[in-house]
């Protein structure tokens, strides 16, 4: 008989920009508050799995929790990190090896563009000094040819941000709690066309904790589980149009958002239709579009009129982003796949707020998805 994963505590750091706060420090926070949620110790847990990008390694933590000797893996998978390191606390404890483990990221980002160098993605210099490393030109032509591809007008990537800006409102750990008008997203400056300045995210600050248990033992923690029914990883395919890939294959294949979310629906036993609340990668507006229907969350094309017909606000049929997503928090690289998490088991408990899906919602999807091409999703349920 299988091993149920429940998410039994939950933590979080408020994500924007905290002067004086260092990131492990944003982390340690998250990591207390998910402790206290679940009434437990940090000598309680068996073993951890945390992730930063920029703010030192993870497992630096141990000094500001406690020196207990637990086994703490440090991970990092690009914007794929936090996805990625529930996905090794999961099974940590499928496989039998522990009862309670914890998921953890955390960031401390400097302003401005995230600086990535050819050099740790395998390529030569030639690549960044052409300017190709500036992922703002990959996800413009990206979503250019969607577009194109399936008859959309750009009008639905204002509309993409402005949703995102007012959930980011309701949300009191959010960055960007300013509502901005489709025409006002429109109207700013074009960085990458079709994409203007405030349909892309910024990289940020925060922490976010998971704590997580056998299902059998979720009572001894708390009387609100939320039971993680899969978590799926998968890498690109030769075929697939990617970020920093210096080339093009003549054959097109899906790329592995489309992979792992058929594979964490199919590990769950539960459809893309029962989903009732999903947070999606949204590095700007044309993301969320495409992993829409990559997730299948929706088919290609349909996008448009879910978009237009308030079908993914928050009192939606399909409400995504939530929380306000990467372009009303900003993208911490460690925290933020653990910040859809960390939403959804709010929206599941009921726990959200003002930015809370009304109707009992009982299915929560995620997806993030990392350079050079890495998806991480998850079904969640209680």
């Given at each position: ?23 492990r ?5 998250a ?6 949620d ?6 309680d847990?068996?073993a951890a799995f945390g ?8 497992d630096?933590?141990?000094?500001d929790?406690?020196?207990?000797g637990?086994e703490?893996v ?10 990625s390191?529930?996905?090794?606390a999961?099974?940590?404890i ?6 309670v483990s914890?998921?953890?990221g955390?960031d ?8 990535a160098s050819?050099?740790?993605y395998g390529l030569g ?9 500036v ?21 639905v990537l204002s ?12 949300n009191?750990?959010?960055?960007r ?7 006002a ?5 074009m ?7 405030y349909?892309?995210?910024?990289p ?9 248990a ?7 923690y ?10 799926a990883?998968?890498t ?12 093009l ?16 629906f ?8 029962e ?30 009129d ?7 606000e928050i009192?939606?049929?399909l ?7 990467c ?18 088991v709010?929206q ?26 890495i ?8």
């Amino acid at each position: 008989m299988s091993t149920e994963v429940a998410i039994v505590g939950i933590g979080i750091h408020p994500f924007g920009r905290t002067d004086g706060v260092s990131g492990r420090a944003q982390g340690a926070h998250a990591a207390r508050e998910a402790l206290r949620d679940a009434g437990i110790g940090w000598e309680d847990v068996q073993a951890a799995f945390g992730g930063s990008d920029a703010a030192g390694n993870a497992d630096a933590l141990v000094a500001d929790l406690g020196l207990t000797g637990i086994e703490f893996v440090n991970v990092l998978n690009g914007c794929a990190t936090g996805g990625s390191a529930l996905a090794m606390a999961d099974r940590a404890i499928r496989s039998g090896a522990y009862d309670v483990s914890m998921a953890i990221g955390f960031d401390k980002h400097p302003p401005g563009a995230f600086n990535a160098s050819p050099a740790q993605y395998g390529l030569g210099d030639w690549y960044g000094d052409v300017g190709m490393m500036v992922t703002t030109q990959f996800f413009g032509m990206k979503i250019q040819r969607y577009l194109h591809d399936h008859d959309m007008g750009p009008s639905v990537l204002s509309l993409v941000a402005a949703k995102a800006f007012r959930n980011g409102a309701l949300n009191p750990n959010a960055w960007r709690r300013t509502p901005m008008s489709p025409e006002a997203i429109a109207g700013s400056p074009m960085l990458s066309d079709p994409l203007t300045k405030y349909m892309f995210c910024s990289p940020a600050e925060g922490g976010v904790a998971l704590v997580l248990a056998r299902g059998d033992i979720a009572h001894r923690y708390t009387d609100r589980p939320v039971f993680l029914r899969s978590v799926a990883m998968r890498t690109r395919h030769y075929g697939t149009f990617e970020v920093f890939s210096p080339s093009l294959a003549p054959e097109r294949v899906d790329g592995p958002t489309v992979v792992a979310a058929a594979a964490a629906f199919e590990a769950a036993g539960i459809g893309p239709s029962e989903v009732d609340v999903a947070q999606v990668q949204d590095t700007e507006s044309g993301a969320e579009v495409m992993h829409m229907a990559e997730t299948g969350l929706c088919k290609h094309g349909e996008q448009e009129d879910l978009i237009g017909s308030g079908a993914t606000e928050i009192g939606g049929s399909l409400p995504i982003n939530t929380d306000g997503g990467c372009l009303a928090n900003g993208e911490p690289i460690g925290a933020s796949g653990l910040r859809q998490v960390y939403e959804n088991v709010l929206q599941l408990r009921g726990d959200a707020g003002d930015h809370q899906v009304p109707g009992d919602p009982r299915v929560g999807f995620t997806h993030v998805y990392g350079a050079p091409g890495i998806s991480a999703c998850t079904v969640l349920s209680r």
